[in-house]
């Protein structure tokens, strides 16, 4: 019964390092999404995906890139890390149609030094 | 995507009932009201949604007025607990991604 599950917790980087933040789900979910959250702030969804193989942007997705190879999973790639992406990095989860809500992971803590 | 408007904060006295108010004028007719709270840096919750009749489950109850234009969503008996950040969300429609686009939500505060 893990949901949806994000590694790592927590990761420090480096301006203009790369790193993939991992998102899994085992719900057999067709829809997931990333969010990310600056502090004190809502969440602003990055990228989102309708099933293996379709991606799509969401409201700020510079500086980033996703895939979507399986149901399953759903990584999220940075690839010139900048300070400016500082902030915590959640994934989610979501069955096809309004009776589901979604599932959302514990989240990724991202700082860029 | 429709947009809401909520309060910035609200308080409430432990036990009584919390009344979150959400305006969403421009909702569509095939649009949803998903509610969700964020505790701290959790991963936000679902709490309730509903097109347009009320809703009840075991944390909450939703109601949508009658034009759709907005909605309430009770706390019936609030604890220290249920202080959080709490959303208010218009969903797309799934032939759009079902996307859920958050605002800046209401902090509630529950006082002793």
């Known amino acids: 019964n893990a949901g949806v599950t994000q590694t790592p917790k927590f990761r420090i980087l480096k301006i203009g390092q790369s790193m993939t933040l991992q998102c899994t789900q085992d719900m057999n979910h067709n829809y997931m999404y990333w969010y990310r959250q600056d502090p004190g702030m809502g969440l602003k969804l990055i990228y989102y995906s309708v099933g293996a193989g379709i991606t799509d942007k969401g409201e700020v997705p510079n500086g980033y890139n996703v895939s979507r190879s399986t149901t399953e999973d759903f990584p999220l790639r940075l690839e010139l890390a900048a300070p400016s992406q500082t902030s915590v990095y959640f994934c989610?989860?979501?069955?096809?149609?309004?009776?589901?809500?979604?599932?959302f992971g514990s989240g990724t803590r991202l700082t860029v030094v | 995507d429709a947009k809401t408007t909520q309060p910035t904060s609200m308080d409430c006295a432990e036990g009584r009932a919390a009344n979150l108010p959400c305006n969403h004028s421009t909702i569509s007719g095939n649009e949803y009201v998903y509610w969700y709270r964020q505790i701290h840096s959790q991963g936000p919750q679902y709490i309730i949604h509903g097109l347009k009749n009320n809703e009840t489950n075991e944390m909450a109850s939703l109601i949508i007025t009658e034009d759709r234009k907005s909605s309430t969503l009770i706390l019936p008996h609030a604890t220290l607990r249920d202080t959080a950040v709490y959303y208010c969300i218009v969903r797309a429609p799934y032939n759009q991604g079902g996307k859920l686009i958050f605002g800046q939500g209401t902090e509630l505060s529950v006082k002793p």
């Open positions: 989610a989860s979501s069955g096809q149609g309004q009776i589901y809500g979604y599932t």
